[in-house]
């Protein structure tokens, strides 16, 4: 691997390097498999532990009463899951959020803030390559949800992809500045200012 090229180290990145024609890449088992296979699964994941209580894979937590703090750490800064318990619904125990970036990524240094339930989830979406471009949020929502996107208040069109890993895609306007990204689940919300009233 050459410092200069980064993670492709076979394209060329120093003199004598390895050669590939056009077409696919021969994979090998000394770096490829495992290295390829760790970009495409680097995530900051979300869970609330029976032993350790709530906890951040791959990023650094902090719990604040109802507020959860999380400063992505796992390397690429693209996709942050959550896994969680949910007493509430009878259908599915476990309430599972999922969300990637396909360019850019979760602004270094910056939190992704939500609510306990999940009804919340705000990022800074930062520009990596500092043209102005779109890019696509990828999201995997729980079951029985209806959830919005806004991204500096004003909202995004959630558009279904026929991909059951992600079935919804909202498409991001980035410009030279960071974005502010609001994901709100809509229909939880609902149900609870009801209950309440009641």
Known sequence: MSAKAGNAWMGLSYPGGV??????????????????GALRMAATVLTRDPIFDWFAYGG??????????????????????AILDDPQT???PVRRFKMELDRDGFA???????????????????????????????????????????QNGKGVQLIRTGNWDYPLRAELRVTSQPSKIEIVDASRMERRKTSQEK
């Open 19 to 36: 050669m590939e024609p056009r077409g696919p890449w021969h994979y090998d088992g000394e770096i490829d498999l495992g290295f390829g």
């Open 60 to 81: 650094a937590l902090t719990v604040e009463e109802n507020t959860l703090r999380i400063v992505p750490r796992d390397g690429l800064r693209r996709r942050f899951y």
């Open 90 to 92: 009878t259908n599915s």
């Open 108 to 150: 270094a240094g910056e939190n992704i803030v939500a609510d306990k339930e999940l009804n919340k989830i705000v990022f800074t979406l930062e520009n990596r390559s500092g043209d102005e471009h779109t890019a696509e949020l990828l999201l995997s929502l729980p079951a029985g949800t209806s959830y919005s996107v806004s």
